[in-house]
T-cell receptor, first 112, second 120 residues
Framework: AQTVTQSQPEMSVQEAETVTLSCTYDTSESDYYLFWYKQPPSRQMILVIRQEAYKQQNATENRFSVNFQKAAKSFSLKISDSQLGDAAMYFCGGFGNEKLTFGTGTRLTIIP | GAVVSQHPSWVICKSGTSVKIECRSLDFQATTMFWYRQFPKQSLMLMAT?????????EQGVEKDKFLINHASLTLSTLTVTSAHPEDSSFYIC????????????????FGAGSRLTVL
């Protein structure tokens, strides 16, 4: 079984600034993957970044990077140089035991 | 990139009727498809997992006779909401997982655009 917890229902950030979204998880699997998905108002789920648990190096994708602390079971997302188009719901997810489980989401607002 | 087509994007039906939602992987073979339900302003709740040629595995609390899932081929899975009632109104999203080494990647899930169901 696995659980994913996002403790920040809402976050806001000034345009061009940096924001960090928190996520913790719990799993009994030894092999798993972690993801951040973005859901804009269109409700299309868009993959932002993914991390293989066996990799120690933090994943990065352009302005998006993660801080993966395996021992602490923490997987935060950092968005640098925030843009208006980053406004969306962000879901942290864990894939293990053949299923992808999501946290409750964080609504990110970008302040112009 | 990998594309998953979900149809219809929205549907309105009368109470008591059945509605079928299709989920197709357009440019890769999906060994596994997942069906989620999302209530307004809430997270995605996994309903069931389907593997091609096998019976779907339902999550606890999901009625398998109400939500029929068929995964007859490597590119198509369907969700049928049988005898729909207003409480079944929701946003349903599918996602597909590709073959290992395939274009989509074994552990990258591609999502459809979702289907909004309204039962009158």
């Amino acid at each position: 079984a696995q659980t994913v917890t996002q403790s920040q229902p809402e976050m806001s950030v000034q345009e061009a600034e940096t924001v960090t979204l928190s996520c913790t998880y719990d799993t009994s699997e030894s092999d798993y993957y972690l993801f951040w998905y973005k859901q804009p108002p269109s409700r299309q789920m868009i993959l932002v970044i993914r991390q293989e648990a066996y990799k120690q190096q933090n994943a990065t994708e352009n302005r998006f990077s993660v801080n993966f602390q395996k021992a602490a079971k923490s997987f935060s997302l950092k968005i640098s140089d925030s843009q208006l188009g980053d406004a969306a719901m962000y879901f942290c997810g864990g894939f293990g035991n053949e299923k992808l489980t999501f946290g409750t989401g964080t609504r990110l607002t970008i302040i112009p | 990139g990998a594309v998953v087509s979900q149809h219809p994007s929205w549907v309105i039906c009368k109470s008591g009727t059945s509605v079928k939602i299709e989920c197709r992987s357009l440019d890769f073979q999906a060994t596994t498809m997942f069906w989620y339900r999302q209530f307004p302003k809430q997270s995605l709740m996994l309903m069931a997992t389907s593997n091609e040629g096998s019976k779907a595995t339902y999550e606890q609390g999901v009625e398998k006779d109400k939500f029929l899932i068929n995964h007859a081929s490597l590119t198509l899975s369907t969700l049928t909401v049988t005898s729909a009632h207003p409480e079944d109104s929701s946003f349903y999203i599918c996602s597909a997982r590709g073959l290992a080494g395939g274009y989509s990647g074994a552990n990258v899930l591609t999502f459809g655009a979702g289907s909004r169901l309204t039962v009158l």
